[in-house]
Nanobody
Framework: VQLQASGGGLVQPGGSLRLSCAAS????????MAWYRQAPGKEREMVAA???????NYADSVKGRFTISRDNAKNTVYLQMNSLKPEDAAVYYC?????????WGQGTQVTVSS
């Protein structure tokens, strides 16, 4: 299983970015795809997750600002990030869990700065 993330970049506070992550390889029909992030000096944390059945889970810090979605036909998950804050700056990682097997994508940098 390979995960290819894209969409990071530099954005001003209050701005928006959309991350994408495409999974390829042996993707099972049932899985959970998620976004994690890790800022310098901090532990990696779950940002948002979504199952193939469309159940979602968000970190409290991003509720109401970030929206996770997915296209199951394309095995792709998206993260729409609005009202970005400097504290959202981090490397964002795509993640898939299928039957307990976990895979990570390469990170994509999100910088929030004026």
């Amino acid at each position: 299983v390979q995960l290819q993330a894209s969409g990071g970049g530099l954005v001003q506070p209050g701005g928006s970015l959309r991350l994408s992550c495409a999974a390829s390889g042996s993707i099972l029909r049932t899985n959970v795809m998620a976004w994690y992030r890790q800022a310098p000096g901090k532990e990696r944390e779950m940002v948002a997750a979504m199952s193939t059945g469309s159940s979602t889970n968000y970190a409290d810090s991003v509720k109401g600002r970030f929206t996770i979605s997915r296209d199951n036909a394309k095995n792709t998950v998206y993260l729409q990030m609005n009202s970005l804050k400097p504290e959202d700056a981090a490397v964002y990682y795509c993640h898939i869990n299928q039957r307990g097997f976990v895979y990570w994508g390469q990170g994509t940098q999100v910088t929030v700065s004026s």
